[in-house]
């Protein structure tokens, strides 16, 4: 029998766009209650231009949930949102501080109408601080975190990589651990928080593998591409192939860089997985030579019964396609609002629960007659 933890869980969800929808919907996927409220004119922004259909990347953040359009700016639309905020456990935004206070639904005015609130606000800067109502977007929390600056290799223009690490990490994840560590504690004490999130924070509190570095190494920055984790040891980092392809090697520990080095047949490279420096740049050039030598479909039938950490670096198309994610689960189609979409499942597993697409991203105030409409 499959019981969903959150199940009679509310969650008023005033946000917009990835970090605030992937929250969200973990929570909703995990049984809680997710109502959308949304500006009835066009929804919120992920819906795109009015008038278009819904783009990807509002279907593929926004199953299980309902959608309530409502009108913010009209007294009667605030009134019907408080009698909300009174039957809810959790509300999210992601509006800059201090707009949902001017319209009469910030912490302090939601918490009045119910104490058990848990509100959680997600912002790029946080709700004080001299960057409190500054702009942004992960690129930017990711370089101000340290991150984009350590994503380059041999002074290549820093990227923030194709994952946007600062907005599901930190806006998307973080929230999540955040609200329901709050919603723990008030159903033990029956008094809400205000859980602040900001991205920037969060995406720097991330950024571990170069801190650690920094204190390993008597304070210095690492050398963007060439930390532990970045590329700077012959045993963890990617090898191109005969046929263009690349093999990512995460052998770090001695028994798994021993067993690659083997399959190999390369013995005297054992001791050279840890060089680093000029060091580092002839080991890797040796290993190198020999990984170019055979296709990638060659070096993982020659790799698949040994356990080095060795595997094929591949296209999103290709990922979707393996044999462990399909075993697994993690790709759905979700059939809804005129489309059918291809998503991830949700990743958690426990014992009790099985994850299902109970409603698909929902049309734009589509449950308005169940929530009560206003006319």
């Not at 021993?258 to 997985?273: E, K, S």
């Not at 000029?278 to 479909?297: C, H, N, S």
């Not at 019964?305 to 591949?314: G, N, R």
Request: charged letters at 20%; proline letters at 7%.
């Amino acid at each position: 029998m499959s019981r969903a933890p959150l199940q009679g869980v509310r969650v008023l969800d005033f946000t917009a766009m990835l970090p605030g929808a992937i929250c969200t919907q973990f929570l909703a996927d995990l049984g809680a209650d997710v109502v959308k409220i949304e500006p009835p004119e066009h929804g919120e922004a992920a819906r795109g231009p009015k008038g278009t259909p819904p783009g990807g990347i509002f279907h593929v953040t926004n199953r299980n949930k309902k959608s309530y359009a409502i009108d913010l700016k009209q007294p009667a639309g605030v009134e019907a949102v408080r009698g909300l905020i009174a039957g809810a456990q959790v509300l999210v935004e992601s509006f800059r501080p201090g707009v949902l206070a001017r319209l009469g639904l910030g912490w302090e005015q939601a918490r009045a109408v119910n104490p058990a609130l848990i509100y959680c606000s997600i912002t790029g800067y946080g709700q004080h601080g001299p960057l409190a109502q500054k702009a942004g977007h992960d690129i930017n929390y990711q370089a101000m975190g340290g991150i984009v600056g350590q994503n380059r290799i041999d002074g290549g223009r820093p990227s923030p990589g194709a994952v946007p690490v600062a907005d599901l990490g930190g806006g998307a994840l973080t929230s999540a651990v955040g609200i329901l560590a709050a919603l723990y504690d008030a159903q033990r004490t029956g008094q809400g928080r205000h859980v602040d999130i900001a991205m920037a924070d969060a995406a720097m509190a991330l950024n571990v593998a170069a801190l650690s570095s920094k204190v390993t190494f008597g304070g210095h920055d690492p050398v963007p591409g060439r930390d532990i984790l970045s590329g700077g040891l012959p045993c963890y980092t990617t090898y191109r192939t005969a046929d263009d392809r690349y093999l990512a090697v995460g052998a770090l520990e001695s028994k798994f860089w021993q067993a690659f080095c083997m399959a190999l047949d390369r013995p005297d490279l054992i001791a050279r997985g840890w060089d680093m420096g000029p060091k580092r740049d002839a080991a890797v050039a040796e290993v190198a030579d020999v990984i170019a030598a055979k296709t990638l479909a060659e070096w993982l039938a020659v790799l698949e019964p040994v356990d080095a950490c060795a595997t094929p670096v591949l296209t999103l198309a290709e990922s979707l396609a393996h044999d462990n994610a399909r075993a697994r689960g993690m790709v759905v189609e979700v059939a809804g609002g005129g489309a059918t979409t291809m998503q991830y499942a949700l990743p958690i597993r426990m014992s009790g629960f099985e994850f299902s697409v109970r409603l698909p991203p929902p049309l734009l105030g589509e449950h308005n007659g169940e929530l009560g409409a206003i006319d």
